[in-house]
């Protein structure tokens, strides 16, 4: 089975641009988080989703913005970018609302 | 305060040896623990779940202290191949289900 995909792998972009990073949860997982992790700290929260609700937001700005489709798979939008924003992007998914998550390989963007 | 604490390291252990490492969290609301691992460059992966009663797994043993508000994992033997980050994750699940991730702890086998 396919573990958790995301693209791109890695993106430059420039300040004040707008990126869309995808994910596709493992098959029969329905609950989607996004995480931010910047060099030597450990993952942050962004959302997550669960049946294509959102069910939980973290201590980011409104810059940042998320989906869940009905096919589960999910997009994390963010506008307006800054140097800051730079970091690796972490999708991972989970069947039901409960346990630990799988995490795909990541996209790591660059801000420039 | 952060949510989750844990020493970073460096720890730098022998081939064989035994290294534990701690982890403390704020929330007593806090309701699911983990342990992934992180290699360099590389997405978490899920080492083990963190039960009250304490469990193992081969040469991993994880421990929950409630009470304490307290998180640990051993590892015995140590390989080469254990080297790596090793993150404490808790799970708040009444505020939007949150993974608050520790900063890792970085462990370093050496021959």
């Known amino acids: 089975d396919a573990g958790v995909t995301q693209s791109p792998t890695h993106l430059i972009k420039t300040r004040g641009q707008h990126v869309t990073l995808r994910c596709s949860p493992i098959?029969?997982?329905?609950?989607v988080s996004w995480y931010q992790q910047v060099l030597g700290q450990g993952p942050q929260f962004i959302f997550q989703?669960?049946?294509?609700?959102?069910?939980g937001r973290g201590n980011f700005p409104d810059r940042f913005s998320a989906r869940q489709f009905p096919n589960y798979s999910s997009e994390l939008n963010v506008n307006a970018l800054l140097l800051g924003d730079s970091a690796l992007y972490l999708c991972?998914?989970?069947?039901?609302?409960?346990?630990?998550?799988?995490f795909g390989s990541g996209t790591r963007l660059t801000v420039v | 305060r952060k949510e989750v604490e844990q020493d970073p390291g460096p720890f730098n252990v022998p081939e064989g040896a035994t290294v534990a490492f701690n982890c403390t969290y704020s929330?007593?609301?806090?309701?699911?623990f983990f342990w992934y691992r992180q290699d360099c460059r590389k997405e978490p992966k899920l080492l083990m779940s963190v039960y009250s009663s304490g469990n193992e797994d081969g040469r991993f043993t994880a421990q929950l202290n409630r009470a304490s508000q307290y998180i640990s994992l051993l590892i015995r033997d140590s390989k080469l191949s254990d080297s790596a980050t090793y993150l404490c994750?808790?799970?708040?699940?009444?505020?939007?289900?949150?993974?608050?991730f520790g900063t890792g702890t970085s462990l370093t086998v050496i021959p």
């Open positions: 989703y669960y049946e294509k609700e959102e069910r």
């Open positions: 098959s029969g997982h329905k609950s």
């Open positions: 929330n007593s609301a806090s309701q699911s």
């Open positions: 991972a998914s989970r069947r039901g609302g409960s346990g630990g998550y799988t």
């Open positions: 994750v808790v799970n708040q699940e009444n505020t939007g289900n949150q993974f608050y």
